[in-house]
């Protein structure tokens, strides 16, 4: 993959850690309820697996919008622009579909997790908002930095 934005890799790194400590934390106050603890976890996974899914759509967005827009999409990947001739409103409407099908799954992960898998839901939901607390801490060292 080619190197990604510092922003982007810092928010990646905190929110990692806060559903980390969380995750801890949850383990920590109630060692006899994991069920918690592993909604934690599962709730970063879907954050961290929705932010992928933004990221990527975003990429290829900009990569057909603006011709020198930077590719962020694994190098062996290959390039998804059409070579057929296809019009681009049918190139939008596939980046939709990829777009809505990434949140049907994740959608379907939170269900797993919740009812199936029998996770907390509020350990699911305070791992699902380790990006917002990443964004917050960012946010934080922006405006304390001088």
Known sequence: MRDADPFIRRLERDAMIFAAVATAAALALRPRQPAIAAGVAGGGLLALASLWAIRSSVDAVLSR?????PDNRPDDRPDDRPDD???????????GVK????YALLALGAYVM???LRLHAIGVLIGASSLVAAASFEAVRT???P
Request: no cysteine; proline share 8%; aromatic share 0%.
């Open 65 to 69: 919008l603006v011709p020198g827009a």
């Open 85 to 95: 001739g296809s019009t681009p409103t049918r190139a939008a409407a596939g980046l």
């Open 114 to 116: 919740i009812v199936r």
């Open 99 to 102: 777009l809505a099908g990434r």
């Open 143 to 145: 405006l304390r930095r």
